[in-house]
């Protein structure tokens, strides 16, 4: 494999830094402020994009920024599965971007420049996570995504954001510093090296034992994953404003958990190592297990961002439990469930917070007939939806059938009637919702739809589920480098 | 001889030159006690980095008081180790002292002002002294010179209490000093000499005696009173609550540390390993300890309401790793003992200087009453978070480096059950600077005030130490070799 040393990866972090000082310091003339957020969403997704090419024709691109001391670098190289993830968070940044414009001036919020600010950071922090070259650079990047979205969490700053926050706080940053570093610690002292290896770094380097307690370690510390019983977290951070959960709660820090899952998995561990140990197995069916709690449990959710938020906890689950069989296509379908499942739910939470705008209804149950007043958010509803479930011809269904692959070329068969059933799950949570907005309540006026700013992103969002559909080479190639650089020995 | 072959007794003597000067100088002007005492501990400083320097270059250095032989006579001994820490303490006596200007002016009355200039001198000689002596009565001598210096700086607050807190300190100081006396003297009973190598060399045939054994004793109990080693730490939290802010700084960021270098000293030099493995695991009984520590230092720390009182407990947390590191034994986890000695003095010192500037400009010591700060002190209170971000330990800062050493030589020694103790006080010491944090940036104050940023002089000092506390956790590497070098040192138990 090609090397490439080049500081690309760096400028992409450090655009929405610059960003940061810009918003900050043009806070009293929102039009300039928010110039530099959309410049700079704009800046970083074409950086990113530049660096596919490359990557695609093979190539790794690192750099070494400084470091620590002897034998602790920070270090970012982007390979395949970096890349994937950094275009999905940096293409749905600019989305959001507009869509938080829209929100916030329509809601009038306060503290709209900290607002802006602490989400540049938060888009750093994912871009550094997706490019780290091991895992001391992905647990500061990890940290700093937790610490700089408190403040969107606890936004409101009444007593409920406030304890939201808190209880947001304590499980990421408890669990990070009291599992994932002691992980990180251990893996150092095991293997005396902490960079990812397409082979893992820990075969050969420690007993049965240590290895298994590495990895409970590394999972239970990974809370942004969202695996229960530690997901609480991401029902509490459902206070802050919309545009916050949809990036952030539904793609940047739940997807930098799994993809920490997936990097763990297969760059620390490696599939030979954890196969051996049947450690693959076990997660995967303790991945189930959330899977389909968290599915019966946003059956009872009547509050709209809360029933997502537990269809996200579930959905997560998916990612981890692709990775976890361990299988060519089982892997495929985990990391094109990051991207599928962002651009769904994503599509779901806009509409959420479209609904808030222009109804300021929060609940399931008083969305009868919301359909014919906001006919374009409904229908984006209904595709981002259909995609969650995973119908053809929306995204959804290629992670679903990839992922269904996987648990037969593991031969795990309990594992694919989990996925069946959560399919069911999915839709009786989902086509309520649908049915009546569409099918209930009484005529309605007139049409009264959110924001053109919020309307358009969520209806390009829920496009996009029908154009990977269709057209998902771009990252199935990516997926498939990643499962040809793990099983082809590179 | 030149001067520079003179510079390991003047970086003792030029402080306590200047702090006899100081009195008559003070009475021409006021203003020449001020300068003086920075010019001083400049001086003492950057003799300090020359003797590192040249350690570094060409090995131990050893000076004859009056060039009378070891052990005859008086030795200064800089090695790896305490070349490291004279470094440390000067800096910090030199940042602190320039600091000192305002907030002495505020805090102490004006005919009081040259005399505590004085007093802190004192404590600087005194501090320099214990770290380069290598004369274990010298040892003694300077002890009590930087206590009795302390107790009158502690006495010098402004409240009635400050009295209180430096009468109790009195009390058990003493104690403390007279159990180390007492250690001098039975160890010269047997051995009949004072010189640390000398004693190092002597006392291996005699580990089985009673007397050695009773010395160690009064040593170990003693000196930990002095670094206020959990539970021997009662004397400290008032002393830092009452205490001046320049004297809670320098006292918080080095007078524990120099405490716990001569207790490393002690244990790793005058008496050997051997000691521990033949004699009385030592090692274990402060592994224990210093566990306690850790722990109990954080807890007491949740449970504070007056900012000053909580960074009290958490440096009895905070002495907690030092002690660990060092009790565990092993060359990794030794030189994290050694690197948090440079970097708790970082970060504690950057948090009593910006709180000294938060009570300089508001009066305020209480947490809940800290409600939006973030926005009346941006600059302060930025310098307070770098620090309370590196006693947590987050990557890229000062605390995550010496943490993250004294964890992995925890794994290293196969005692792998400190690691949590380190995560849980970690997680402790996040959720009591946490409420601080969260008060000072998320909850807005009643009235919305404006800008009152602290006076250069105390600002310019305080950003320094945060930016080193960033400095030294992103580049290292320095530090960690000097630490390695000096742990090996004291491990193989060579002076």
Known sequence: MDTVYSALPVYVISVSLIAVVLVGISGRNPNVREFWTIAASLIKFSLVASMLPMVLDGKVIEYTLLTVFPGLDIKFRVDALGIFFATTASFLWILTSFYSIGYVRALKEHAQTRYFMCFAVAMSATMGVAFSANLLTMFIFYEILTLCTFPLVAHKETPEAIKGGRTYLTYLLGTSLAFLLFAVVLTYSTAHRLDFSAQGILEGKGSDVLITVIFILFMAGITKAAMMPLHSWLPAAMVAPTPVSALLHAVAVVKTGVFVVVKVVLHVFGIKLLSELGLGTALAYYASFTIITASVIALKQDNLKLRLAYSTVSQLSYVILGVALLTPSGITGSIMHILLHAFGKITLFFVAGAIYVATHKTNVSELDGIGRQMPFTMAAFTAGALSMIGIPPFGGFLSKWYLAMGTVEANQLPLLVVIAASTILNACYFLPIVYRAFFKGSEVKRISEAPAFMVVPLVLTAVGTLILFFMPSLFLDLSKMVVASITGGV | MNLVENFPALVVIVPLISAVLIPPAGRISKAFAWYIAVTASALSFAISGFLLNSVLKTGRISYWFGNWEPPWGIEYAVDYLNGFVLVVVSFIAFVVSVYAKKSVEDEIPENKIT????????????????????????LYVFIEISSLSGYTLIASGRRKAALVASYNYLILGTVAATFILLGIGHLYMVTGTLNMADLAERLPQLYHSKVVLTAFAFFTVGLSLKLALFPLHIWMPNAYTYAPSAVSAILAATGTKVGAYALLRIMFTVFKLDFDIHVVPFTKIMLVLSSVAIIMGSVLAVAQTNIKRMLAYSSVGQIGYIVLGASLAGETAMAGSLLHILNHALMKGTLFLAVGAMVYRTGIEDISELRGMGRKMPLTMAAFTIGAFSMIGVPLTV?????????????????????????????????????????????SAEHAGQVFEAPAGMLVPTLLMAGLCIFFGTAASLPVSVAQKAAKMLLAGVM
């Open chain 2, 115 to 138: 005399f505590f200039y004085s007093a802190y001198m004192l404590l600087v000689t005194g501090l320099l002294g214990i770290i380069i002596t290598a004369d274990i009565f010298n």
């Open chain 2, 399 to 443: 605390g995550f480096v010496s943490k993250w050493y004294i964890a992995l030589g925890a794994l290293e020694t196969g005692m792998w059950y400190f690691v949590p103790v380190i995560l849980i006080s970690s997680l402790l010491t996040a959720v009591y600077f946490w409420r601080i944090i969260e008060n000072i940036y998320f909850k």
